[in-house]
DNA sequence: GTCTATAGATGGATAGAC
DNA sequence: GTCTATCCATCTATAGAC
């Protein structure tokens, strides 16, 4: 993975961008060391701080870039009219292609919000609270419309985002299915979600059960 | 936090385990250092190692026992009879009751997989794999029978345990919701997901967005 | 812009007294 | 079982030559 020796800056920059990306996705922010940066880019550690302050500045500047290219992809895809069943299917399939070609990106930004300093996660949680205001309202249009049945839009937006957000845990690019094929089997089982009542098969109350894991607590 | 100095035995290694936790979970596995581990307890740095041979040891204690009281107490609350629907709806309760009870524990098995060796990391795996093939034969039995209509189990399974895992990075003790009121909208929207069967809302094909997604890479 | 060299701090782990 | 003291490795960040 090293580069030739002498090669010089915007090269550099995109390589750091780059190996930084994959070491961070493999062992995280804490154990991810410069030394090991500048190795996989081919130059030595000092040289690193000629393209950031220091290591926060770094991961900050990689998730920033990150969620303003995640709202920019999907104020291009989204539908601004249509049924709220058309939108939600857009946002799907947006949000499904999008994560499935940035995995590591999207891994990322969920992971090491905690490694980002108190005024840098203050800036990324308020871009990630835009993003899911884009989904609700979606939820909340449906369910004007009578589209959607949902008991609260506020739950199925979080259940919905953690649902396709999920995909870059598991999905490989030579696994069983297609990008495609994924994006059609989740499109139908958000929409099912947003448009069934879902009546409760049993009535009993789950009392029991939360005193049963409270007792192998 | 700090305990009295000279506390002994078991006492100490409740205090470890319970003080490890918090500060696996504030700072992850990399960040957190022995020496603030023995701070959090009252205990000099060196005395921790009475009660391990080392900082890995500890993490896959700590998850591995926790894997072990989940499979407890989902086989103390699953049914084993009873209609797909019920024994779903069964499954979700305890999924989200034991989730919101343990925060912590649940963030931290998902989160520092990647910090566990190579051996380790193979056995709790195999316990997740174990964990999932319940809530899948669920999902096979439902299809079977025709309660479920999903177009794919295996998915079925990943995109519910995402969505119900998910609980426990939003859910707070003293929010809006209470433990009840959140089984109850979870139940309902995985059944409605599992039961439906979400029809596309627009037939033309997703190609287009995917190529947007590029674009902007 | 890259290199070498190093400061200064912190980390995991061990040894031996009590 | 806990303490003190320490070894040794590794880390981020900086300084100055080329």
Redesign the interface.
Same mark, same amino acid.
């Given at each position: 993975m090293a580069r030739i020796a002498g090669s010089s800056g915007p090269r550099t920059e995109e390589a750091i961008r780059r190996a930084g990306l994959q070491l961070l996705y493999?062992?995280?922010y804490?154990?991810m060391s410069l030394r090991q940066l500048a190795a996989e880019v081919g130059i030595q550690q000092g040289s690193l701080y000629n393209y950031f302050r220091n290591k926060q500045e770094f991961l900050f500047d990689l998730i920033r870039t990150h969620m303003q290219?995640l709202h920019?992809?999907l104020d291009?895809?989204l539908l601004r009219e249509?049924?709220a069943?058309?939108r939600?299917?857009?946002f799907v399939?947006?949000h499904v292609?999008?994560h499935i070609?940035?995995p590591q990106q999207v891994f990322i930004c969920y992971?090491e919000l905690?490694?980002l300093e108190p005024d840098n996660l203050e800036v990324i949680v308020a871009m990630r609270r835009d993003y899911e205001r884009k989904l609700g309202a979606i939820l909340d249009l449906g369910r004007e419309t009578g589209e959607f049945?949902?008991?609260?839009t506020r739950? $199925?937006t979080?259940?919905? @985002? /953690?649902?396709l957000? !999920?995909?870059c845990?598991?999905y490989r690019p030579d696994g069983r %299915?297609s990008?495609?094929a994924?994006?059609?089997?989740?499109? $139908?089982?958000?929409?099912? @979600? /947003?448009?069934?009542? !879902?009546?409760?098969?049993?009535q009993a109350?789950?009392?029991p %059960?939360?005193r049963?894991?409270?007792r192998?607590?």
């Open positions: 493999t062992h995280g804490a154990a290219d920019a992809a291009a895809a249509g049924s069943a058309e939600l299917q857009r399939e947006f292609a999008y070609e940035r992971s905690r490694s049945q949902l008991a609260d739950m $199925g979080l259940a919905i @985002l /953690a649902m957000s !999920g995909i845990n598991w %299915l990008t495609d994924v994006q059609a089997i989740f499109t $139908g089982m958000v929409l099912a @979600l /947003a448009r069934g009542e !879902g009546e409760a098969a049993v109350p789950p009392a %059960l939360t049963l894991a409270a192998l607590r």
